[in-house]
């Protein structure tokens, strides 16, 4: 059984209705087997340390570096000192607008690896790869090019399929589009990485999930969770989501 997870990604947001009263509520969620994990931008990662038992905190980056003269960075070990679990390595917002290419990207897993902390390595095509045809091309090269020997003994590397056209529009893949690009990724998992990586790294799908949505999702994309966005600053909406995943 691979670990099924709930990832919410406030980007550089913080929930309107205030962040005690959103963990408050989120930590309220009948238990089940999906991993809650937020990631808020790095001040406001302490109080997601400190919030109900059942919610984990994730970064949303990290530095590639352990320590020194790089102003700006924070690194691995930090945030693992701080008790956060989870760093999102590689998010699309992260490629695009700040040029965070794959050699620097397999640093940051490198790091993230070391430092103990369990990466959630995005991926994701661009409209022209999908008009193009060349998904499967694209998603196998990204994967490909972070290889580290640290996934060796590594303990989970958590993928999410981030197809870039589909985040923060509104524009969400269906399930069944979902599904067979996760069949890729498994195929280049198995191809470049340790074999075991094939079966055992839990995919989540994010790009405009929402509750209307992630049924299909659910239902028809076989998925092992979400990274949530826009919908994940209301906590309202992330615990319909997370509701809708119990049902599986
Ligand atoms: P979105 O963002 O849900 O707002 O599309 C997802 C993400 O960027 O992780």
């Known amino acids: 059984?691979?670990?099924?997870?709930?990832?919410?990604?406030?980007?550089?947001?913080?929930?309107?209705?205030?962040?005690?009263?959103?963990?408050?509520?989120?930590?309220?969620?009948?238990?089940?087997?999906?991993?809650?994990?937020?990631?808020?931008?790095?001040?406001?990662?302490?109080?997601?340390?400190?919030?109900?038992d059942r919610i984990f905190a994730g970064a949303q980056n990290c530095a590639d570096q352990k320590?020194?003269?790089?102003?700006?960075?924070?690194?691995?070990?930090?945030?693992?000192?701080?008790?956060v679990r989870y760093a999102l390595v590689g998010h699309s917002e992260r490629r695009a607008l700040y040029g965070e290419?794959?050699?620097?990207?397999?640093?940051?897993?490198?790091?993230?690896?070391?430092?103990?902390?369990?990466?959630?390595?995005?991926?994701?095509?661009?409209?022209?790869?999908?008009?193009?045809?060349?998904?499967?091309?694209?998603?196998?090269?990204?994967?490909?090019?972070v290889t580290t020997p640290a996934l060796e003994s590594a303990r989970e590397v958590v993928i999410a399929y981030e197809p870039v056209w589909a985040i923060g529009t509104g524009r969400s893949a269906s399930g069944a589009m979902v599904a067979e690009t996760v069949a890729d990724i498994r195929d280049a998992l198995a191809r470049f990485w340790p074999v075991r990586y094939r079966d055992d790294a839990p995919i989540l799908y994010g790009g405009s999930v929402t509750p209307d949505n992630v049924t299909d999702l659910q239902t028809n994309g076989g998925m092992d969770g979400y990274l949530v966005g826009g919908a994940s600053l209301s906590s309202e909406k992330f615990l319909a989501i997370f509701d809708a995943m119990k049902v599986s």
């Open 101 to 145: 290419t794959d050699a620097l990207l397999q640093r940051k897993l490198t790091a993230a690896l070391e430092a103990n902390l369990t990466p959630v390595l995005c991926v994701g095509e661009d409209l022209r790869v999908r008009e193009a045809g060349h998904v499967a091309r694209h998603l196998a090269e990204q994967i490909r090019a």
């Open 1 to 52: 059984m691979r670990n099924r997870y709930l990832i919410a990604n406030w980007k550089m947001n913080l929930p309107p209705e205030g962040m005690r009263p959103y963990l408050d509520a989120v930590g309220r969620a009948e238990m089940n087997d999906v991993e809650i994990v937020v990631a808020p931008p790095f001040p406001y990662l302490r109080d997601v340390t400190r919030a109900p």
């Open 67 to 83: 320590s020194g003269a790089f102003t700006g960075e924070v690194s691995a070990w930090m945030l693992q000192e701080l008790g």
